[in-house]
């Protein structure tokens, strides 16, 4: 069964400090994706990762296939960036039982940055 | 571009009674999922479409089931609603070009099954 999980649960840091959120997952994937869920309870997809790395704005976010793992950092953190950061993975179509499609999530790491 | 929609925003339902969670999209998206988020776990897959015409079972299909009325819409019903499925609900849709790959999400419905 695919399994994939986030730490820290609960991250509380002061605006400025460098932020870094991981996810681990336990099959072959053929894409993981990082979320972000407001307060208001929506859901924004922020990046979409098969290898390597990627940038957007004070967001990075890394994969290292071989280890089964990611990392979203964010530089700079502001109080907007107060919100839960959810990993979710694509299983290859090997573990997927045959067909079964959509994501397997993370139960999601929220973070809070104080002013 | 309205994206996915959702409605309604908020439902509360007496055990046993039906209603039907309506979604639409207008980005032209073969793929479509309905998810369902409670305290303290991941979302998790209740049924998906990857086509018009096409539904399956996800994760957590029982007590629901779902219409793929068209390429923009699909929909979840729950026909005798229990308050096991007390939840926030949200629909999906996704887009593949290029190996790259988005996921849409609408805003969500909160059901609370009394």
């Known amino acids: 069964k695919n399994e994939v999980e986030q730490s820290p649960q609960n991250l509380t840091a002061q605006e400025g400090e460098f932020i870094t959120i991981n996810c681990s997952y336990s099959?072959?994937?053929?894409?993981l994706h990082w979320l972000q869920q407001h307060p208001g309870g929506g859901i924004v997809s922020l990046f979409m990762?098969?290898?390597g790395k990627k940038k957007h704005g004070r967001l990075i976010a890394t994969i290292n296939i071989q280890e089964k793992h990611s990392s979203l950092h964010i530089t700079a953190s502001h109080p907007r960036d107060s919100a839960v950061y959810i990993c979710?993975?694509?299983?290859?179509?090997?573990?997927?039982?045959?067909?079964?499609?959509?994501?397997?999530f993370g139960k999601g790491t929220h973070l809070i940055i104080q002013p | 571009n309205a994206g996915v929609t959702q409605t309604p925003k908020f439902q509360v339902l007496k055990t046993g009674q039906s209603m039907t969670l309506q979604c639409a999209q207008d980005?032209?998206?073969?793929?479509m999922y309905w998810y369902r988020q409670d305290p303290g776990m991941g979302l998790r897959l209740i049924y998906y479409?990857?086509?018009?015409?096409?539904?399956d079972k996800g994760e957590v299909p029982n007590g629901y089931n779902v219409s793929r009325l068209n390429k923009r819409e699909f929909s979840l019903r729950l026909e005798s609603a229990a308050p096991s499925q007390t939840s926030v609900y949200f629909c999906?849709?996704?887009?593949?070009?290029?190996?790259?790959?988005?996921?849409?999400f609408g805003p969500g419905t909160r059901l609370l099954v009394l």
């Open positions: 980005m032209n998206h073969n793929s």
């Open positions: 999906a849709s996704r887009v593949l070009a290029f190996r790259e790959e988005t996921q849409y």
């Open positions: 479409s990857a086509s018009e015409g096409t539904t």
């Open positions: 979710a993975v694509r299983p290859d179509y090997s573990y997927s039982g045959g067909g079964a499609d959509g994501l397997t």
């Open positions: 099959v072959g994937i053929s894409a």
């Open positions: 990762l098969s290898s």
